[in-house]
């Protein structure tokens, strides 16, 4: 009789678990080899994403640069003069801002990256580059649709070397526009990434 009650009481009873030897790594490496993994991945990611950054100002500079240079130096005589037209005044003044800025930029990353050290927090940084990038976009943008009419009406009539100096002057300032919009959206990313707590 008790042999059936001390068989009920053995059921009711959990089986006992086995614990893993404290010198058994076999559980413990996937956790191990996957933490670092994502963080090697992390890393790389992110050092994509500074260099490309510095990719795009680069790119941002010399279209500038070369907007800059092509319509300050598109002075022909008479009418075929940027200085007489405003909206060539305009994308000269935007080419000149652009070049500044990417130029800062370009230097500053080349200098955070061949040190290590940041000029600023990170923070501030991503904030500070999402909005400048945006800002000169923009200008770079409104400065070249400003100039595309009165080339058009000008080739209508006088296709010479001064609407085709224009019109290289307008071009490289989209491509600046499409450098420094990639940029913005890298520097948003960057900005999005970080924890505020």
Request: charged share 20%.
């Amino acid at each position: 009789m008790t042999d059936t009650k001390s068989d009920k009481v053995t059921d009711a009873l959990p089986a006992p678990t086995t614990t893993p030897a404290a010198g058994d790594g076999k559980s413990q490496t996937p956790e191990i080899s996957t933490g670092v993994s994502n963080i090697v991945r992390r890393w790389k990611r992110e050092d994509l994403v500074k260099r490309g950054s510095l990719v795009l100002h680069g790119f941002g500079l010399v279209f500038s640069l070369i907007a800059f240079i092509v319509m300050a130096s598109n002075t022909h005589g008479d009418w075929k003069d940027f200085d007489r037209y405003e909206e060539y005044r305009y994308v000269l003044a935007v080419a000149i801002l652009c070049t500044l800025y990417t130029g800062l930029q370009f230097l500053r990353q080349i200098h955070e990256l061949s040190t290590g050290k940041e000029s600023f927090s990170q923070q501030k940084l991503a904030l500070l580059s999402f909005i400048s990038d945006q800002v000169v976009a923009y200008l770079l943008l409104s400065a070249a649709s400003s100039a595309v009419p009165l080339t058009n009406r000008m080739r209508e009539n006088n296709d010479n070397i001064f609407t085709d100096s224009s019109v290289a002057a307008i071009s490289m300032e989209f491509f600046a526009f499409f450098a420094l919009a990639v940029s913005a959206l890298i520097s948003g990313y960057k900005l999005s990434n970080k924890s505020y707590i």
